[in-house]
């Protein structure tokens, strides 16, 4: 089946399934086997070395979906991120990354490169002038993640791809948010792009996994290092998160619609104080998103007004659940100065401009108006409670 002669929907339910050839079930079979004969065999099978049936089935789905050449599934997004940063630099190289970055991959820079004697620099805007300027001879690798975590940050990608291959460098995107759906880093010249597909990919918040899609070249160099790493995923998640990709299309459009209702929603509301969504033209990216996403995603941000303790709001909800992760079919909210980004110090989230009274919201697939209404409910009791005391 060519890629290139489908829609996205029919990759999503029927690229790189496994056909079961014995008793022609519907969905693909799963060899849970973690030994497999090595003589007579064209591929000498092994869990950690990716290549179990599953495993490279789902990868070619997940190739096709960001329109790459090959593709590498891990354990966790931060496995994929750290074992593909470590495959392209080494003791004497650089890396220019943005400073609105997920905590963890902030926190991974800011504790191990050093101990490698990898160098690294931040860009604290978002322009184009602001990574040329920390472009220096070694560097390897500019690392970018837009819509970024948590407050929707927007770089323009096709920019980012044109100044490094200028320079020779190396482009990662974290394309986390915005998911295959919504944008395609490959197709704007971005050399490597990953995926905590615990989220989106898995869409159901019973999945731990990562993921990385690159040329064949690209995706070899990275194996060199998994393969040593060993952040390989059994083969009874990579079925499940197979079967969660069949629904990634018609999930993220919902959650697509969903997000731009409540943020212009949320806009107007009193109570509130900012909106952080690029759907919106209020924000300050928002010509740079609409020319290379297909759609907004199903994250933003909001800050309520001063007064309003975002803590007791969020206790206060009854359909929202105040919860770690992200992008479920349930809609989701937290603060990410206690979760995502709690590993940063203080300094570190106000450059990044995380307060703590911003609240993070994954917008799910329920009705709009419920989701409404639970915000309004919640607000008006976080307000009498503070009234009273």
Known sequence: MDSKKIGFNTICTHLGEIKDEQFRGAVSPIY?????????????????????????????????????ESSLIFGSGMAAISTTLFAFLQKGDHIVLQRALYGGTANLVNEE??????????????????????????????????????????????????????????????NTFASPVNQNPITMGIDIVLHSATKYLGGHSDILAGAVVATEKNINQIFQVAKNFGGSLSDFTVWMLERSIKTLGIRVKAQN??????????????????????????????????????GYGGMLSFELREGI???????????????????????????????SHALLTEEERNLQGIRDGLLRFSVGIEEKEDLMQDILQALEKTKTTALQH
């Open 32 to 68: 849970l086997s973690t030994s497999y004969a090595f003589e007579g065999v064209d591929i000498k099978r092994y869990p950690r070395y990716f290549n179990t049936p599953n495993q490279e089935a789902l990868c070619k789905k997940i190739a096709a979906l960001e329109k790459g």
């Open 113 to 174: 490169f050093e101990k490698h004697g990898i160098e690294f620099s931040y860009v604290d805007s978002h322009t184009l002038e602001g990574f040329e300027q920390k472009i220096k001879p070694n560097t390897k690798v500019i690392y970018i993640e837009t819509p970024s975590n948590p407050l929707l940050s927007i770089i323009d990608i096709k920019a980012i791809s044109n100044l490094a291959q200028k320079n020779k460098i190396t482009t990662m995107i974290d």
């Open 257 to 294: 619609k969903n997000a731009m209702n409540l943020a212009k929603w949320l806009n107007k509301l009193d109570d509130v104080s900012a909106v952080y969504y690029p759907g919106l033209k209020s924000h300050p990216n928002h010509e740079i998103a609409k020319k290379q996403m297909k």
């Open 309 to 339: 303790h975002a803590g007791k709001f969020q206790k206060e909800l009854k359909l929202i659940k105040s919860s770690m992760s992200l992008a479920g079919v349930e809609s989701t909210i937290l603060s990410p100065t206690v979760t």
